[in-house]
């Protein structure tokens, strides 16, 4: 199993297999066979991994800001650490770019406002929301790993593939 082909050629196996990460890192479910659920669950785990372990390294960094009147004014950024850049650009490397998507009866002004300054909002949503969310469950249970949950539905009608639903825990 570590090695599973899943019956294609490994440039669309990778390309397949880092689709459907992307993609589950932003849903947080995904539905697809027991083999492919079993390849994105362990890619998932080890993106999850190198998030948690990196997240908290930031550097205070003072920058000098040009107002509307021309004026400078000084103020403090927080940029990423080295550690914390360097996962960001491997898990760059991974990931598909995903953008963000406008809501149902969702104004154009609005969604502009609500992506504003966002560009990448996968890695975003990997640093922000799932890197603390697991280092604290991992802080209170007292073990890494176990983001995932592979959950077997049975066969397939058709071609009776054993299918699976992967889902965050």
Do not use: C
């Amino acid at each position: 199993m570590a090695n599973e082909k899943l019956g294609r050629p490994s440039k669309e196996r990778n390309a397949m297999l880092r689709g459907q990460v992307s993609t589950f890192l932003w849903n947080g479910k995904i539905e697809t066979t027991l083999a492919k659920a079993k390849s994105t669950a362990r890619m998932a785990e080890k993106i999850l991994t190198l998030a948690i372990n990196t997240y908290e390294d930031t550097v205070k960094v003072e920058k000098e800001v040009k107002g509307a009147d021309g004026k400078k004014t000084k103020t403090t950024v927080l940029n990423d650490g080295p550690k914390k850049l360097a996962a960001r650009r491997k898990i760059m490397s991974y990931v598909y770019d995903l953008q963000e998507q406008r809501k149902e009866k969702e104004s154009i002004t609005a969604y502009k406002a609500r992506i504003e300054g966002i560009n990448h909002p996968l890695i975003e949503k990997i640093f922000n929301v799932y890197a603390p969310k697991y280092a604290e469950r991992a802080k209170k249970l007292g073990q890494a790993g176990g983001y995932t949950r592979v959950i077997k539905l049975g066969q397939r009608r058709g071609d009776a593939s054993e299918m699976a639903i992967v889902e965050l825990v």
